[in-house]
């Protein structure tokens, strides 16, 4: 879920002009609409995780039944960038040096992610004897979750893929994405990307319906489940870059689309009815249908009067607060276990809750992210 591409690193530690779009490495700009949806989406994973937590995940209190939904997001925005920015380097860049920018542009906040993840597995003075396990068994899964891949999962942690720290399941499926794009991908033509996103989008929807949501792939039990995410929206992603020209050039604007997103997301969980599970065929057409469209309006549309500035802060923290959230909501999710706060008091923490993220997601951009990317950058640079 990382930003449109690699920021020339002094660019992005000075965090551009206040009132002019970013531009990439390679100066091209950024999609500002773009980047403020993937804020958006950010922000309602992150609701959404505090306030199922804090009413113990019971479905009838639960707000944002979708929320789940904005990975595939993610994975379609994805798709989308990676074409933007690198289908036009090809000749001048190998496989080698692909990977060694998307690896310098997500691997330090997934170091970051794991050692929070440790940090909270370790040190969760509310845990009691519930994360009590042998440390070697902690260190093999920390030592895993490094190289955002999947480990058995740890006491306290459900059946997760990555029990240190959840959300670094959707890396694993992004870096897959990213090699079939730099091995396989990048050179076939957009009829050959349509049919398999046709195909994926099949998959995906038979899926949905067989579990009745796509909140699915990032435990065990469902892991068959990540790449059938990934690839429906990944694929179709990149093939409405290459097909952008022929497209409808509709502009909407940053806050009607984000208020699309939130309305999808936010509506009822459906029922099942003659043996058809309503709840995953509806997520199944979000995902197949709204988020395309939103894709497309976003490409075209100018962030509003006003609107620029939000846009630009809601896309660089949108993947630092993605990363770094969950190993506190950890020590929640123990805490409101306890059951020693009223509800009222459960409420107002998780309401300053937010702003503690937004405030570590800022440091981890900052003083974690920027630094390392630009150190990293150079070297690279240095190498040719």
Wanted: contains cysteine.
């Amino acid at each position: 879920m990382a930003d449109s591409a690699d920021r020339a690193m002094g660019d992005a530690i000075a965090g551009g002009r206040p009132g002019a779009p970013d531009r990439t490495a390679t100066g091209k700009a950024h999609f500002e609409v773009l980047d403020g949806l993937r804020g958006t989406a950010a922000l309602i994973v992150v609701l959404f995780h505090i306030q199922g937590i804090t009413v113990k995940w019971d479905g009838a209190r639960v707000v944002l039944h979708h929320a789940p939904l904005a990975v595939d997001f993610f994975f379609a925005l994805s798709g989308f960038v990676i074409g933007y920015a690198y289908d036009d380097r090809w000749g001048r860049m190998g496989v080698g040096r692909f990977v060694s920018l998307r690896l310098i542009r997500l691997h330090p906040l997934v170091i970051l992610g794991a050692l929070l993840g440790l940090a909270s597995y370790l040190l969760d003075p509310f845990a009691g004897q519930a994360q009590a396990v042998p440390l070697r068994q902690v260190l093999v899964a920390f030592a895993l979750c490094l190289f955002a891949l999947p480990s058995w999962p740890l006491p306290n942690r459900w059946t997760d893929t990555h029990p240190l720290n959840g959300p670094i399941w959707t890396l694993f499926q992004e870096y897959i994405g990213n090699l079939a794009y730099a091995l396989v991908l990048r050179r076939l033509p957009a009829r050959w990307l349509a049919l398999l996103a046709g195909a994926s989008g099949v998959a995906l929807t038979a899926g949905a319906v067989m579990q009745g949501t796509l909140d699915q792939g990032s435990y065990w039990e469902t892991f068959w489940m990540a790449p059938v995410r990934l690839f429906f929206p990944f694929l179709t992603g990149l093939w409405l870059y290459r097909v952008r020209e022929r497209l409808p050039k509709v502009r909407i604007g940053w806050l009607p689309l984000s208020l699309a997103m939130l309305a999808a997301i936010a509506a009822p969980t459906l029922p099942t009815i003659s043996g058809i599970r309503l709840n995953g065929l509806y997520e199944a057409l979000v995902v197949i249908l709204l988020f395309p469209a939103i894709l497309v309006a976003g490409r075209h549309s100018e962030p509003g009067r006003g609107m620029l500035w939000l846009c630009k802060a809601s896309g660089r923290i949108s993947y630092p607060i993605y990363i770094t959230h969950f190993p506190f909501l950890y020590v929640w999710m123990n805490f409101v276990a306890n059951g020693h706060a009223s509800q009222g008091a459960l409420v107002a923490i998780g309401i300053a809750l937010v702003p503690f993220l937004l405030l570590v997601a800022w440091m981890a951009h900052g003083w974690w992210d920027l630094p390392i990317r630009a150190w990293l950058g150079a070297r690279l640079r240095r190498r040719g």
